[in-house]
């Protein structure tokens, strides 16, 4: 368990607020903004990450584990969630970046509600098709994030335009390199782009404001513009020609393979997410929080041109946390798997076993412990393969916990213990199964092509098991 703190704040007597979720720009300049008003409390699962200010404090701690969330959000007034799982967590992740995002954001509502947190605030999409990926996603966030009691503030924005955004260094990389680029259609959509100063001027008039308790609220921008409009307006303040021409007919996916090849450190998540925004369009609805964050505006192009004379070198940092991740050689794994009606994750721990010893009977026993415990042995006679402790201490009927203490295929090593945990999420409709800090006993190279691949297709079997359970038409 990590739990240090870079910085030791000086007592106060204002309100505590902490932000997870600072590695971005947004989490930045959010410091700069709300530092002015309130105590605040950076967490971070940064090794390397320093404060913003001074006068901050900075704890490191590891946002996959409730312990440590708990212990950092103690004594904490309001809290504020911009985590994104876009960068690495371990050497290996075997996981999607939204079933990082939901565990996360479970561990962190959890904590809020034992540390009598009187607000979560959470940052979320502003799209006009809820069935785009990205509104689906923040659905599910916003469920979880709600799911223990919290009052939970939801602002829900367009694109975000300020210094150190990636949509502006994208802008920049398109028309440097692709002077002469087919739009689809979905570049002649408007949206209605947000100055960050206006969502920080946001965040400043909910936080600790109990009017916007338990309240959602459309923020974005009054201008709008169209994705073509935003590369003409970078063309004209980099003294480029650039000819932009229109392709109705282009495919959707043809356009992100583009961009996957002019921009390949754009994260995928993130260029579904702008295209999910520009397919979409904006279009919001009034409210008082919107009206306050807009009430003194700047025109987007000269929000454009701020934005391209302050574009940022890549932050060390992250340089940093990926070799310290690579030296530690741990393994992150999680699954969503749908979780058969009135089902809960101690009827799907105690499912899971016996069915993984049934499917590799040739090769493996799995035995269970009085104490609830599970081996995993070769056969015939063979060598203890793993060891997974059952911690009742853990665990509740919608989470099962496991701790990895031994077997050949295991390493055992100080500092954070390898767990296993069942996990119901989003009202029981689905169960996250976890492997965190998992240290493989194989040499790297040989685990990647062994190991890792055969747990793979044992967790994609599972699911498909657990599909035709949900079903009825696996023996429950």
């Known amino acids: 368990m990590l739990s240090s703190s870079v910085s030791t704040p000086i007592p106060s007597s204002r309100p505590r607020v902490a932000i997870a979720g600072t590695s971005g720009f947004v989490g930045a300049a959010l410091c700069e903004t709300l530092g002015k008003h309130f105590d605040l409390r950076i967490l971070t699962r940064s090794m390397a990450r320093r404060a913003v200010r001074e006068q901050d404090e900075v704890r490191t701690c590891d946002h996959f584990s409730r312990g440590d969330l708990e212990a950092g959000l103690e ?281 993984l010893g049934t499917l590799m009977k040739v090769a493996v026993t799995t035995d269970r412990q009085e104490d609830g415990s599970w081996t995993v042995r070769q056969k015939p006679w063979g060598p203890l393969l793993l060891r997974l402790d059952f911690k009742p201490t853990h665990s509740s009927p919608d989470r099962r916990m496991y701790f990895i203490t031994g077997g050949a295929l295991a390493r055992v090593l100080g500092g954070r213990t390898a767990r296993l945990e069942f996990r119901d999420l989003l009202g029981g409709r689905f169960n996250l199964v976890a492997i965190h800090d998992f240290n493989p006993a194989l040499p790297w190279f040989f685990y990647r092509v062994t190991q890792a691949l055969i747990h793979g297709l044992v967790m994609k079997g599972f699911q498909g098991h657990m599909e035709e359970a949900s079903e009825g038409e696996a023996p429950l």
């Open 75 to 355: 004594g904490v007034d309001y809290a504020i969630y911009l985590v994104h799982n876009r960068d690495p967590s371990a050497r290996l992740d075997q996981a999607l970046s939204r079933d990082m995002d939901l565990l996360v954001a479970d561990n962190f509502s959890w904590a809020a509600q034992r540390n009598g947190v009187k607000q979560l605030v959470y940052r979320a999409p502003l799209l006009s098709h809820p069935d785009r990926p990205t509104a689906r996603d923040a659905r599910e966030l916003e469920e979880v994030l709600g799911s223990h009691g919290v009052p939970l503030t939801v602002l829900r924005t367009g694109l975000v335009m300020g210094p150190g955004g990636e949509l502006s260094k994208l802008l920049v990389r398109l028309v440097e390199r692709m002077p002469h680029l087919p739009l689809p259609r979905l570049a002649e959509h408007a949206v209605r782009p947000l100055p960050l100063e206006a969502l920080l001027a946001a965040f400043r008039h909910c936080v600790g404001n109990p009017d916007t308790f338990g309240g959602t609220f459309d923020i974005f921008g009054p201008e709008p513009v169209t994705l073509r409009q935003m590369l003409e307006d970078t063309a004209t303040h980099l003294g480029r020609k650039a000819h932009f021409r229109p392709w109705p007919g282009m495919p959707e996916g043809l356009f992100a393979a583009l961009l996957r090849v002019v921009h390949p450190s754009l994260h995928p998540v993130f260029r579904t997410y702008l295209l999910d925004h520009f397919s979409a369009g904006t279009q919001g609805q009034d409210n008082p929080v919107m009206r306050a964050a807009t009430l003194n505006w700047t025109p987007f192009r000269e929000t454009l041109e701020a934005s391209l004379r302050a574009m940022t070198a890549p932050q060390p940092q992250r340089r940093q946390d990926d070799e310290i991740l690579r030296q530690s050689g741990r393994v992150r794994s999680i699954q969503r798997l749908r979780l058969p009606a009135g089902r809960n994750a101690e009827w799907m721990a105690e499912r899971y076993f016996p069915w």
